[in-house]
């Protein structure tokens, strides 16, 4: 496949729970999509939609915030207030008819490495159906 | 029904006489409400203790130079004020006030909260048009008739809270035919009853809510319809955004004057969001242009996840706006669909925690899990 063709994914994945599991996927050979840049954060609560909304911007194609699944927080709340921001954001997005669907939040635990091979899968192929952020081709920001 | 307190004097002059007697009977130690600058109307929110001082007050001019919760904020920041003040202000700014109290940034205590149902304000713009002497009676025989005048600022027509919810206080003024020669003041807690105690006037019963201010939140509530059903027709999609946004110096002034945007060092005025020479290189490197100065759209999007689920639609952004873009419009709207999902009214009640530093752990269940 043609490398410009490839959607480009900015991933926040938290330490404890997502990392793990991708780091399993990973040592468990599993099929994971090229097109996912991953960024460790120590907790989903530590995703500022700032981040989010910085990668929306420059042109990512899509971007997915992991955390533990609610109630298996390493720090108790943090994906609670993950969840809030992320479905505050969406509000947001939709309101302005920006591409919400490009945003995405996935509860993936450190056991589930198939999951995270799942998801990453389907959210790859769904942003390719898509296409590429039109704000890639927006210069003047 | 609420009691109230009557004094047969306009408005204006019934809630200064009561300012006054409060005043003289070292009830409070000042006031804090709007007085005139110069003989062109220019206004100021001023603190006043001295009663001859108090005359040139005006404490229901239609004009807000800030919001007055921002300042409020400013001299309550540390703890309560020492001295007891009674502050007259707008059911938005009082919103906003009790906003930024819950984000620790004021104290309700000590201060008299009297406000008023609102017939909006003008924009600031308006001061220097030279219309101001025309204007005045025209917007005091709309709130009479409990209409909407034509002239106010576009977030005040389509208010539909401009009825207080926190006030000590209220002056009750929309739909007061009689508002030239007599001042009904309802008294809403306690803290109101007993400042009010052997104040000027006649004790009567008043109800805060009448015929006339449902029909005039009617009437806001349609115009509210109609500026989101616009905005939902125009002004929505990325390109649409980029549009409004386009003329965007980049000044800031919106998050200035904004009374939720409280952080003294914001978040985009700090070395996080600033441009490196390396920064302009790299997105050069990846797009044909850049504008100068970036981050236009990253900061009036970046604001709206920090403060727009707490917006009151005070319409200051929209008003200080150089180059008159619709900000307060964009935000209202985004604001009144944040409070849906979280269920949330700004400056409703102080114990009610904001919205982005709390969770519920059953909520939104399905996120996530797919």
């Given at each position: 496949m043609n490398k410009e063709n490839l959607p480009r994914i900015v991933g926040f994945l938290c330490t404890w729970c997502s990392y793990t599991g991708a780091d399993l996927a990973g040592t468990s050979r599993m099929k994971i999509p090229p097109t996912i840049k991953v960024i460790r954060v120590m907790c989903s609560g530590r995703i500022d939609p700032l981040f989010v909304l910085k990668a929306y911007l420059r042109g990512a194609d899509g971007i997915m915030m992991m955390?533990?699944?609610?109630?298996?927080?390493?720090?108790?709340?943090?994906?609670?207030?993950?969840?809030r921001r992320y479905v505050m954001l969406q509000s947001i997005f939709k309101t302005l008819g920006l591409d919400e669907d490009r945003i995405s939040l996935w509860w993936v635990s450190a056991s589930e490495a198939p999951r995270y091979a799942q998801v990453t899968n389907e959210f790859s192929e769904?942003?390719?159906?898509?296409g590429s952020n039109p704000l890639r081709e927006e210069i003047f920001l | 029904m609420p009691k109230a307190l009557k004094i047969n004097?306009?408005?204006?002059?019934?809630?200064?006489?009561?300012?006054e007697f409060l005043i003289q009977n070292e009830k409070i130690k000042g006031v804090f409400t709007l007085k005139k600058m110069n003989d062109e109307g220019a206004v100021s929110y001023s603190l006043i203790t001295d009663l001859d001082e108090l005359k040139e007050a005006v404490p229901l001019y239609p004009f807000m130079p800030v919001n007055a919760g921002k300042v409020l904020s400013a001299f309550s920041l540390q703890a309560a004020t020492k001295e007891r003040v009674a502050a007259v202000?707008?059911?938005?700014?009082l919103r906003a006030f009790v906003e930024l109290v819950k984000r620790v940034q004021g104290s309700l205590e000590n201060i008299l909260l009297i406000s008023l149902t609102c017939g909006g304000v003008y924009t600031l713009k308006s001061l220097n048009n030279g219309n101001l002497a025309k204007q005045l009676p025209q917007y005091w025989e709309a709130v009479k008739k409990a209409e909407i005048d034509p002239d106010i600022r576009v977030t005040c027509r389509s208010c539909e809270n401009f009825i207080p919810h926190l006030a000590d206080m209220t002056v009750a003024a929309v739909g007061k035919k009689d508002i030239d020669n007599?001042?009904?003041i309802l008294l809403n807690s306690q803290k109101g009853?007993?400042?009010?105690?052997?104040?000027?006037?006649?004790?009567?019963?008043?109800?805060?809510?009448?015929?006339d201010t449902e029909k005039l939140k009617k009437l806001r509530v349609e115009q509210k319809e109609k500026l989101f059903d616009d905005f939902d027709k125009n002004g929505v999609g990325t390109k649409a955004f980029i549009k409004t946004f386009a003329a965007c110096l980049g000044c800031h002034a919106c998050s200035h004057a904004c009374p939720i945007c409280f952080c003294t060092l914001c978040d985009f005025d700090s070395k996080s969001c600033e441009y490196q020479p390396l920064s302009?290189?790299?997105?050069?490197?990846?797009k044909g242009g850049l504008k100068v100065p970036p981050g236009n759209i990253f900061f009036h999007l970046g604001r709206m996840t920090h403060m727009a689920v707490s917006c009151i639609s005070c319409g200051m952004c929209s008003d200080v706006c150089p180059v008159n873009i619709p900000v307060a419009t964009v935000f209202t709207r985004v604001g009144d669909s944040l409070q849906k999902v979280l269920d949330y009214i700004p400056g409703r009640d102080v114990e009610e925690a904001v919205p982005?530093?709390?969770?519920?752990?059953?909520?939104?269940a399905e996120v996530g899990e797919q």
């Open positions: 955390g533990c699944h609610p109630g298996d927080c390493h720090y108790q709340k943090g994906n609670y207030n993950a969840r769904k942003i390719k159906q898509m | 004097k306009s408005v204006d002059e019934g809630i200064k006489e009561l300012l202000l707008r059911p938005c700014e007599e001042c009904v009853e007993d400042f009010a105690l052997n104040a000027p006037g006649s004790a009567i019963t008043e109800e805060m809510e009448t015929a302009f290189v790299s997105e050069l490197s990846q982005s530093g709390t969770y519920k752990e059953e909520e939104f």
